[in-house]
């Protein structure tokens, strides 16, 4: 598979950022790897629009084909699971409190306190000023192995200065996150200024390092709804790969469109394809819509026959939800006791 | 030409008429049969009034190459460009008007007037089709609301190389009638002129020969319909073959030797082209048996 | 989370089909023995299970379905446009209340996945007869005239493929433009034509309107034959389809035909290429391959050759082949052992003339007719597997250099039904489908159907259209 890849994507293999183990890059106004990357501009330009198109019928048709795959019985129950166990439980709300964020936590460990055999979700997901919370929260329940993934970069708009969202940024790592949200600049993005947003991330990423201790990981929001068209979202998946993004994630669940089938699938198949040239990993997750078990195995369905049961893990692929774990306890309810469940039989934060 | 081939011993003459040579009209050159033959014709008295080829195996399989040499050209000239030649080709009969009057007066034993009356059926028979070049498209073609993304659209398209058996009986009109709906649509023909009075399509070779008609778009053939037409029913690179000219029994024949490399066929009308009258309108039938419908889809999204 | 994502078993129930133990011919709205009391069975392709003895139609049965549809003519011809139509909207409303029973039942006898039969064919037959049946009172609008004429009886042939899509693409125009049908379906699948013939009781539809005979080539033969018929349609093999070209020669029936393909999906190296991928496996793992119009020649620009393969090898390794009522079985079984015959000594030779062979590691069942999804590479225009008919799961890679000898390959074959070609470059697109001879071509997209637009091909894939405006044409007096 790499001889193929290397061809089309030859030229990546020099691009400073396809290297996951690289040390630490300067900062982003000094020289050497980022000003080679900003010399070319151009080269980042050519690249991206010289990706294979995307064909937006024969994709969706192609997402609505694997919707129709049926994960029945025991298939269902460990893909109910391993859905739970990929969960990034979310609450994003100008209303949020440390209690909201507390009673989130616990759930999250410990989501059905009727069937102690449910894993804990993937992690919790909040604002940086509720990270240190949370990590408290998960700690006392016993769920330190639950990550705190946290948004930054003046989420959802990313409407800010650099240094803004850096500090944002930093101060959800200084606060203990395990995982940054980041959002692209989409107005850079789609006035094609793409270094920019390049840049950025590669700044981002600069500030998830954490001295003394592991790096927070880098997911990279591209809001799909706002690119608009599949060939964008193509070019931003690899942009983010190229710039260090360690996961590419659909969308901010804070407009109209966001993840979809078809357009998970866009960024599942760039993630093969990545790999292929580079060897590197990338995760995806998508985020905002996903409500039901119905739809949640849709997407591992999706991800089980793109990338292979080698991305069936939480490590590599993400669910950003909140409702969805409702669904999912309830149907697994069902398979466990064979009774349909409901809504009174699981918790409500 | 009776009567310049006419009354040898007439004393008052002062000038031997021209005998004009017909030949045979092969890839927009004017060849004799290969095989060196002719035939007499004459008018429906018994009155002899020229050799005309008796083409030969061989000359039909020329025909078929010089036709499928030039439907590349002629399929893929605009239809407005074809439209003009045919228009030309009317201009051109026009112009010789008297000529074909005579010589159809002596094919079919009309009067002169009546003979001229099918000479002008003929022209104008050359600017109705010339008109539907740009037309058959429109009314044979479409958009198909397809339950789905896509884009989806029908278009007509020339079948080919056609084989043409024009009618034995109206030399003239009922030649034209049924060749310019073939070429119309981006055909190519090959010809067999009526056996019994080919000269008026022999002189018409020499109309679509001045009239830009590209060479080979149209080739025509004099002699034996059976014995041309069965190479031509049975030849793997003729795409269709009409049947106009052909009695109940060779028109089975040829129908069955066609079925070997599918030819889609146009039947003789019931009763022979004895009984068809074409002066009539025509409609759109004859273009329609000669082209194929395409159905392109794509779809639609950003 | 060890265990890998294994789909359990789905099948899809077989109770909601009451397969009836034999069947008569359906003969002037009755069901009834064949004369000669002959009859034979239908079989499971993927169990080789017994599934039904069906009656064996001979001469005698076919004169009397004609002489039935001949009665049932002057009525129905006679009936008002609207209230045809309206006889047609009952058959498309019921097909659509029985389409599970019906998709079942076409899998069970046909082999093909359910996830097809429930989610194209039987979808599509539904559609096929609710838009001929707004045909049948705007007939003077459709371009033939002020008032267009059914023909009389129409002989109709069709194959196993599709065998209840290919009933509705023949009955449907048939019976909107007036005409009567004596439809003979293909031998190896009997059953849901049968089928419809209850469909037809439920909707009340007159008596002779519809008659099927059930039985093998003679059958066919006969029934194109007969004196009484006056249109012929027939879907199936090209030797076949020139033979009742033959038949009807010099007799006043109207023939259309729709016959064999090889079709080329031509794919530049601008292309889509994850769309690609799903186009090319589309265009001849459908069905088994099992399609006329499939896209059973790649024609690949040899700068994404290697990309392209494999990406489509990995994909094939995807394909899940198995159980045709599993709801997750992509790929069936082949419809008959002799079909299954015909594939593995093509295949053969496509191996004895030094092509290469690949299929992704895939268990096969050990009942039935199987064979696994196949790509040859390093395939030229001289080996048969590039110029004959497989009717199979095997995919022909040929490469080109340049547009002009895409187009010169694409064109190379006596068939001409079919096309594929995958470019982002739009001008292209249009230049190829201008040079392309083929009746359909897919332009970035393959395998797509719809009662609306006309099918079928040039050349040796035979003539007239079926579906849109352009396939009544085949049966109006015109």
């Given at each position: 598979?790499?001889?193929?890849?290397?061809?089309?994507?030859a030229?990546?293999?020099?691009?400073?950022?396809?290297?996951?183990?690289?040390?630490?890059?300067?900062?982003?106004?000094?020289?050497?790897?980022?000003?080679?990357?900003t010399?070319s501009?151009?080269?980042?330009?050519?690249?991206l629009?010289?990706l294979?198109?995307v064909?937006?019928?024969?994709?969706e048709?192609?997402?609505?084909?694997?919707?129709?795959?049926?994960i029945?019985?025991?298939?269902?129950?460990?893909a109910?699971?391993?859905?739970?166990?990929?969960?990034?439980?979310?609450?994003?709300?100008?209303?949020?409190?440390?209690?909201?964020v507390?009673?989130?936590?616990a759930?999250?460990?410990?989501?059905?306190?009727?069937?102690?055999?449910v894993?804990k979700?993937?992690?919790?997901?909040?604002?940086p000023?509720?990270v240190?919370?949370?990590?408290?929260?998960?700690?006392?329940?016993?769920?330190?192995?639950?990550?705190?993934a946290?948004?930054a970069?003046?989420?959802?708009?990313?409407?800010?200065?650099?240094?803004?969202?850096?500090?944002?940024?930093r101060?959800?790592?200084?606060?203990?996150?395990?995982?940054?949200?980041?959002v692209?600049?989409?107005?850079?993005?789609?006035?094609?200024?793409y270094?920019?947003?390049?840049?950025?991330?590669?700044?981002?990423?600069?500030?998830?390092?954490?001295?003394?201790?592991?790096?927070?990981?880098?997911?990279?929001?591209?809001?799909?709804?706002?690119?608009s068209?599949?060939?964008?979202?193509?070019?931003?998946?690899?942009?983010?790969?190229?710039?260090?993004?360690?996961?590419?994630?659909?969308?901010?669940?804070?407009?109209?469109?966001?993840?979809?089938?078809?357009?998970?699938?866009?960024?599942?198949?760039?993630?093969?394809d990545?790999?292929?040239?580079?060897?590197?990993?990338?995760?995806?997750?998508?985020?905002?819509?996903i409500?039901?078990?119905?739809?949640?195995?849709?997407?591992?369905?999706?991800?089980?026959?793109?990338?292979?049961?080698?991305?069936?893990?939480?490590d590599?692929?993400?669910?950003?939800?909140?409702?969805?774990l409702?669904?999912?306890l309830?149907?697994?309810?069902?398979?466990?006791?064979?009774?349909?469940?409901?809504?009174?039989?699981?918790?409500?934060? | 030409?009776?009567?310049?081939?006419g009354?040898p011993?007439?004393?008052?003459?002062?000038?031997?008429?021209?005998?004009?040579?017909?030949?045979?009209f092969?890839?927009?050159?004017?060849p004799?049969?290969?095989?060196?033959?002719?035939?007499?014709?004459?008018?429906?008295?018994?009155n002899?009034?020229?050799?005309?080829?008796?083409?030969?195996?061989k000359?039909?399989r020329?025909?078929?190459?010089a036709?499928?040499?030039?439907?590349?050209?002629?399929?893929?000239?605009?239809?407005?460009?074809?439209?003009?030649?045919?228009y030309?080709?009317?201009?051109?009969?026009?112009?010789?008007?008297?000529?074909?009057?005579?010589?159809?007066?002596?094919?079919?034993?009309l009067?002169?007037?009546?003979?001229?009356?099918?000479?002008?059926?003929?022209?104008?028979?050359?600017?109705?089709?010339a008109?539907?070049?740009d037309?058959?498209?429109?009314?044979?073609?479409?958009?198909?609301?397809v339950?789905g993304?896509?884009?989806?659209?029908?278009?007509?398209?020339p079948?080919?190389?056609?084989?043409?058996?024009?009618p034995q009986?109206?030399?003239?009109?009922?030649?034209?009638?049924?060749?310019?709906?073939?070429?119309?649509?981006?055909?190519?023909?090959?010809?067999?002129?009526?056996?019994?009075?080919?000269?008026?399509?022999?002189?018409?070779?020499?109309?679509?020969a001045?009239s830009?008609?590209?060479?080979g778009?149209?080739?025509?053939?004099?002699?034996r319909t059976?014995?041309?037409?069965?190479?031509?029913a049975?030849?793997?690179d003729?795409?269709?073959?009409?049947?106009?000219?052909a009695?109940?029994d060779?028109?089975?024949?040829?129908?069955?030797?066609?079925?070997?490399n599918l030819?889609?066929?146009?039947?003789?009308?019931?009763?022979?082209?004895?009984?068809?009258?074409?002066?009539?309108?025509?409609?759109?039938?004859?273009?329609?048996?000669f082209?194929e419908?395409?159905?392109?889809?794509?779809p639609?999204?950003v | 989370?060890?265990?890998m994502?294994?789909?359990?078993?789905?099948?899809?129930?077989?109770?909601?089909?009451d397969?009836?133990?034999?069947y008569?011919?359906f003969?002037?709205?009755?069901?009834?023995?064949?004369?000669?009391g002959r009859?034979?069975?239908?079989?499971?392709?993927?169990?080789?299970?017994?599934?039904?003895?069906?009656a064996?139609?001979?001469a005698?049965?076919?004169?009397?379905?004609?002489?039935?549809?001949?009665r049932?003519?002057?009525?129905w011809?006679?009936?008002?446009?609207?209230?045809?139509?309206?006889?047609l909207?009952?058959?498309?409303r019921?097909?659509?209340?029985?389409?599970?029973?019906?998709?079942?039942?076409?899998?069970?006898d046909n082999?093909?996945?359910?996830?097809?039969?429930?989610?194209?064919?039987?979808?599509?037959?539904?559609?096929?007869?609710?838009y001929?049946?707004?045909?049948?009172?705007?007939?003077?609008?459709?371009?033939?005239?002020?008032?267009?004429?059914?023909?009389?009886?129409?002989?109709?042939?069709?194959?196993?493929?599709?065998?209840?899509?290919m009933?509705?693409?023949?009955?449907?125009?048939?019976l909107?433009?007036?005409?009567t049908?004596?439809?003979k379906?293909a031998e190896?699948t009997?059953?849901?034509?049968?089928?419809?013939?209850?469909?037809?009781?439920?909707?009340?539809?007159p008596?002779?309107?519809?008659?099927?005979?059930?039985?093998?080539g003679?059958?066919?033969?006969?029934?194109?034959?007969?004196?009484?018929?006056?249109?012929?349609?027939?879907?199936?093999?090209t030797?076949?389809?020139?033979?009742?070209?033959?038949t009807?020669?010099?007799?006043?029936?109207?023939?259309?035909?729709?016959?064999?393909?090889?079709?080329?999906?031509?794919?530049?190296?601008?292309?889509?290429?994850?769309?690609?991928?799903?186009g090319?496996?589309?265009?001849?793992?459908?069905?088994?391959?099992q399609?006329?119009?499939?896209?059973?020649?790649?024609?690949?620009?040899?700068?994404?050759?290697?990309?392209?393969l494999?990406?489509?090898?990995?994909?094939?390794?995807t394909?899940?082949?198995?159980d045709?009522?599993?709801k997750?079985?992509?790929?069936?079984?082949?419809?008959s052992?002799?079909?299954l015959?015909?594939?593995?000594?093509?295949?053969?030779?496509?191996?004895?003339?030094g092509?290469?062979?690949?299929s992704?590691?895939?268990?096969?069942?050990?009942?039935?007719?199987?064979?696994?999804?196949?790509?040859?590479?390093?395939v030229?225009?001289?080996?048969r597997?590039?110029?004959?008919?497989?009717?199979?799961?095997v995919?022909?890679?040929?490469?080109?250099?340049?547009?002009?000898e895409?187009?010169?390959?694409?064109?190379?074959?006596?068939?001409?039904?079919?096309?594929?070609?995958?470019?982002?470059k739009?001008?292209?697109?249009l230049?190829?489908?201008?040079r392309?001879r083929?009746?359909?071509?897919w332009?970035?997209?393959?395998?797509?159907?719809?009662?609306?637009?006309?099918?079928?091909?040039?050349?040796?894939?035979g003539?007239?259209?079926?579906?849109?405006?352009?396939g009544?044409?085949?049966?109006?007096?015109?």
């Amino acid at each position: 598979m790499t001889v193929c890849y290397a061809r089309r994507y030859a030229h990546l293999v020099t691009m400073p950022a396809s290297s996951p183990t690289a040390p630490p890059a300067p900062p982003p106004a000094a020289p050497s790897a980022l000003a080679d990357a900003t010399a070319s501009d151009a080269a980042l330009r050519r690249f991206l629009h010289g990706l294979p198109g995307v064909d937006a019928v024969g994709l969706e048709a192609r997402a609505a084909q694997l919707g129709t795959r049926s994960i029945k019985t025991t298939a269902k129950a460990y893909a109910i699971d391993l859905a739970i166990s990929m969960i990034d439980l979310t609450t994003l709300e100008g209303a949020d409190t440390p209690g909201k964020v507390r009673a989130l936590c616990a759930k999250g460990v410990n989501p059905d306190p009727t069937d102690r055999t449910v894993p804990k979700v993937a992690a919790i997901c909040v604002y940086p000023d509720m990270v240190a919370t949370a990590k408290e929260a998960l700690a006392a329940a016993g769920g330190q192995d639950v990550k705190v993934a946290s948004v930054a970069t003046a989420f959802p708009s990313g409407r800010a200065e650099l240094d803004v969202k850096l500090a944002d940024t930093r101060d959800a790592v200084a606060a203990g996150a395990d995982e940054i949200d980041m959002v692209i600049d989409r107005g850079a993005f789609l006035s094609g200024r793409y270094m920019k947003v390049f840049e950025e991330i590669r700044a981002v990423k600069q500030a998830c390092a954490r001295p003394g201790g592991e790096d927070a990981h880098l997911k990279v929001i591209f809001e799909n709804g706002e690119l608009s068209t599949y060939d964008n979202i193509r070019r931003a998946s690899w942009l983010a790969m190229l710039a260090g993004a360690d996961v590419i994630k659909t969308s901010t669940g804070k407009v109209a469109v966001n993840a979809t089938p078809a357009n998970t699938l866009v960024m599942l198949e760039a993630v093969r394809d990545f790999r292929a040239a580079t060897g590197t990993r990338i995760g995806v997750k998508p985020a905002g819509g996903i409500r039901t078990t119905k739809d949640a195995i849709k997407y591992l369905v999706m991800v089980n026959e793109v990338l292979g049961d080698d991305w069936l893990h939480p490590d590599w692929f993400r669910f950003g939800a909140s409702s969805l774990l409702n669904d999912l306890l309830m149907q697994r309810q069902k398979l466990t006791t064979g009774r349909y469940s409901g809504p009174d039989y699981v918790t409500v934060d | 030409m009776s009567e310049q081939s006419g009354n040898p011993g007439g004393a008052a003459r002062t000038r031997l008429g021209v005998l004009k040579t017909y030949k045979l009209f092969v890839g927009g050159k004017f060849p004799r049969s290969e095989s060196g033959r002719v035939y007499e014709v004459t008018d429906t008295r018994g009155n002899w009034l020229a050799n005309a080829p008796l083409a030969s195996r061989k000359d039909a399989r020329d025909a078929v190459v010089a036709a499928r040499k030039a439907f590349g050209g002629w399929s893929g000239a605009t239809a407005y460009n074809r439209g003009q030649i045919l228009y030309r080709i009317a201009e051109m009969l026009e112009g010789r008007r008297e000529q074909f009057t005579a010589e159809v007066a002596a094919a079919e034993g009309l009067s002169k007037a009546k003979a001229a009356a099918r000479v002008d059926a003929a022209v104008d028979r050359w600017v109705w089709y010339a008109g539907w070049s740009d037309k058959i498209a429109q009314v044979a073609g479409g958009a198909n609301p397809v339950a789905g993304p896509y884009f989806n659209l029908s278009t007509p398209e020339p079948t080919g190389v056609v084989a043409v058996l024009a009618p034995q009986e109206s030399s003239l009109l009922g030649l034209v009638s049924v060749l310019a709906p073939v070429i119309v649509s981006g055909n190519t023909a090959v010809v067999v002129a009526s056996e019994r009075a080919p000269l008026p399509a022999l002189s018409l070779a020499e109309v679509l020969a001045t009239s830009d008609l590209p060479g080979g778009v149209v080739n025509v053939l004099s002699g034996r319909t059976a014995e041309i037409a069965a190479p031509l029913a049975a030849h793997q690179d003729v795409n269709a073959i009409d049947l106009a000219g052909a009695d109940a029994d060779l028109a089975k024949e040829l129908e069955t030797a066609a079925a070997d490399n599918l030819k889609r066929v146009l039947r003789p009308a019931d009763g022979g082209s004895a009984a068809s009258d074409w002066s009539t309108d025509p409609g759109v039938k004859r273009m329609l048996a000669f082209v194929e419908t395409k159905t392109v889809w794509h779809p639609v999204g950003v | 989370m060890s265990p890998m994502f294994e789909y359990a078993p789905a099948p899809e129930s077989r109770a909601v089909v009451d397969i009836a133990p034999s069947y008569g011919l359906f003969v002037d709205g009755e069901f009834r023995e064949a004369a000669g009391g002959r009859s034979f069975k239908t079989l499971s392709p993927s169990t080789e299970e017994v599934l039904a003895e069906v009656a064996h139609a001979g001469a005698e049965d076919v004169d009397a379905a004609v002489a039935a549809a001949r009665r049932a003519f002057a009525s129905w011809s006679a009936l008002p446009g609207s209230e045809r139509a309206k006889y047609l909207f009952r058959i498309a409303r019921i097909i659509q209340e029985r389409s599970r029973e019906l998709a079942v039942l076409e899998t069970l006898d046909n082999g093909k996945p359910i996830r097809e039969t429930r989610d194209a064919d039987l979808p599509l037959v539904a559609a096929h007869f609710f838009y001929h049946a707004g045909w049948a009172d705007k007939l003077a609008h459709a371009g033939y005239g002020p008032d267009p004429r059914p023909l009389g009886v129409a002989a109709q042939v069709i194959p196993w493929n599709f065998p209840l899509l290919m009933l509705a693409w023949k009955v449907a125009p048939a019976l909107a433009c007036g005409n009567t049908v004596v439809l003979k379906p293909a031998e190896t699948t009997p059953l849901s034509a049968l089928f419809f013939a209850d469909v037809c009781r439920q909707a009340g539809l007159p008596g002779g309107v519809v008659n099927i005979l059930t039985g093998d080539g003679s059958t066919g033969a006969a029934l194109v034959a007969h004196e009484g018929v006056d249109k012929v349609a027939f879907t199936g093999s090209t030797a076949v389809g020139k033979q009742i070209a033959r038949t009807v020669a010099g007799t006043r029936k109207k023939l259309t035909l729709e016959l064999g393909g090889k079709g080329a999906n031509i794919v530049f190296d601008d292309a889509p290429i994850d769309q690609a991928v799903e186009g090319i496996v589309n265009g001849i793992y459908f069905n088994q391959g099992q399609v006329c119009c499939a896209g059973s020649r790649l024609l690949v620009q040899e700068s994404v050759q290697d990309e392209l393969l494999e990406a489509l090898r990995r994909r094939l390794s995807t394909l899940r082949v198995g159980d045709p009522l599993d709801k997750n079985t992509d790929v069936g079984a082949i419809n008959s052992a002799e079909q299954l015959a015909r594939i593995t000594e093509l295949a053969d030779s496509g191996e004895a003339e030094g092509a290469e062979r690949w299929s992704p590691a895939c268990e096969l069942p050990e009942r039935g007719f199987w064979f696994a999804p196949t790509v040859f590479t390093n395939v030229t225009q001289a080996h048969r597997i590039a110029r004959e008919e497989i009717f199979g799961p095997v995919l022909s890679v040929l490469s080109f250099r340049t547009p002009d000898e895409a187009v010169a390959k694409a064109n190379n074959s006596q068939y001409g039904l079919s096309a594929g070609v995958w470019t982002e470059k739009g001008s292209r697109i249009l230049a190829m489908a201008n040079r392309l001879r083929a009746g359909v071509v897919w332009a970035n997209t393959f395998n797509k159907f719809d009662p609306t637009s006309p099918f079928g091909g040039y050349r040796e894939s035979g003539f007239g259209r079926e579906g849109g405006r352009h396939g009544l044409e085949a049966y109006l007096d015109v």
